[in-house]
Nanobody, 123 residues
Framework: QVQLVESGGRLVQAGDSLKLSCAAS????????MGWFRQAPSKEREFVAA????????FYADSVNGRFTVSRDNAKSTLYLQMNSLEVEDSAVYYC????????????????WGPGTQVTDSS
């Protein structure tokens, strides 16, 4: 099974930009469709974005569409999430996840998860 580790989380202010990374190992990265989820305190884990095996297809939650961009570099076995125009409501722990299903939005559809990286609003 693929192992995932997120990085890039930090304190941010409203309006900032931030890029998260997710490094994969242990299994061919290109075998998986990938997703980003987030979880704020006292809230359920929610879908943020997903991307197909070669990056040809992307999917976004309505709340981030137009502000966030998901991408991947299969040669580097790395998934990215570029976040622009950050809002207070974007504060959460962000998780990357791997799935055999394209465009899955439910956490139960994902087979492997990273430990998460914290994005916190400091406004």
């Amino acid at each position: 099974q693929v192992q995932l580790v997120e990085s890039g989380g930090r304190l941010v202010q409203a309006g900032d930009s931030l890029k998260l990374s997710c490094a994969a190992s242990g299994h061919p990265f290109s075998n998986y469709a990938m997703g980003w989820f987030r979880q704020a305190p006292s809230k359920e884990r929610e879908f943020v974005a997903a991307i197909g095996w070669s990056g040809e297809s992307t999917f976004y939650a309505d709340s981030v569409n137009g502000r966030f961009t998901v991408s991947r570099d299969n040669a580097k076995s790395t998934l990215y999430l570029q976040m622009n125009s950050l809002e207070v409501e974007d504060s959460a722990v962000y998780y990357c996840a791997a799935s055999v299903r394209l465009g899955a939005t439910m956490p139960s559809s994902y087979d492997a998860w990273g430990p998460g990286t914290q994005v916190t609003d400091s406004s």
